[in-house]
């Protein structure tokens, strides 16, 4: 009696000083950065915008970026880019909030006289953010909603995907989970890929992407081919359906270990 009775007190001991550790571990929170779209075109080098860049606007903090379009036009001449902007934002809701983790992008994009001619260029453009939570416990969905919006280019298309990363990096696409690419030809359209699983983490990046191609501009900016795009990009929780197959085998062997001890004690 009085050996079991320290084994119980040592595991209930035991048992608390783990519940407490989890409970602390629980509390600790993955701090955001700052919200951050990378702009890159065939090998040149990639134009940011970010809080701190110089080529965002006002009201830019770290969950929402908007692009100052002039300072972000003159940074794409410098480094030789073949397109302009004519509208570029972001915003995020990082750690997340009700179980919802998102991502959107949004802007207008068109083709200028550049280096690049009258062929046709393509500019990709990532919003990412990092330091969200609503996975620590559950798994989740990765879906999204694309649209697209061409003018003045037949040949135009644009290309949407959603990036969800346990790396937790910004703007980290390599190994990522990610939605299968949604194209859209000119003149544009609208709509979501599949929907795709995601384990449950502690924190994850989340990253939309826009690669949008359009032929050079020979109308001499009169009408220039371009796109207004966005990109949603969300991770919303689920339950996990071993789980709940894990729960359904373990109660019938709880009850049935109830059910012996019961009688156990009624022999005694």
């Known amino acids: 009696m009085s050996k079991g009775f320290r084994f119980c007190r040592k595991g209930l001991l035991m048992g608390v000083a783990c519940g407490l550790a989890m409970i602390a571990l629980a509390g600790q929170t993955t701090r955001a950065g700052n919200i951050e779209i990378v702009i890159t075109e065939d090998g040149l080098a990639p134009v940011t915008v970010q809080l701190g860049s110089g080529n965002e606007g006002p009201g830019t903090d770290m969950n929402h970026v908007v692009a100052d379009t002039m300072a972000l036009n003159a940074a794409l001449d410098a480094n030789g880019y073949d397109f302009h902007f004519g509208a570029l934002g972001a915003i995020a809701n990082?750690?997340?909030?009700?179980?919802?983790?998102?991502?959107?992008?949004?802007?207008?994009?068109?083709?200028?006289?550049?280096?690049?001619?009258?062929?046709?260029?393509?500019?990709?453009?990532?919003?990412?953010?990092?330091?969200?939570?609503?996975?620590?416990?559950?798994?989740?969905?990765?879906?999204?909603?694309?649209t697209a919006n061409i003018s003045n280019d037949p040949g135009g298309s644009q290309t949407g995907t959603s990036y969800f990363n346990t790396s937790n990096g910004l703007n980290d696409t390599v190994g990522a989970i990610s939605t299968a690419p949604l194209v859209f030809v000119s003149p544009g359209s609208s709509g979501s890929a599949a929907d795709v699983m995601v384990p449950s983490t502690a924190a994850f990046s989340l990253t939309s992407r826009a690669a949008v191609t359009l032929s050079g501009d020979t109308s001499g900016g009169v009408a220039p081919p371009s796109d207004q795009f966005t990109i949603h990009t969300q991770v919303s929780c689920v339950p996990e359906p071993a789980s709940m197959s894990l729960m359904g085998i373990g109660l019938p062997v709880v009850f049935v270990g109830l059910g012996w001890l019961r009688r156990r004690r009624a022999a005694a």
């Open 94 to 146: 990082s750690p997340g909030a009700n179980c919802l983790a998102f991502v959107d992008l949004t802007g207008q994009v068109f083709r200028i006289a550049g280096p690049g001619g009258a062929g046709a260029q393509t500019i990709t453009i990532d919003a990412s953010q990092n330091g969200f939570t609503t996975q620590t416990t559950l798994p989740g969905t990765l879906s999204n909603f694309v």
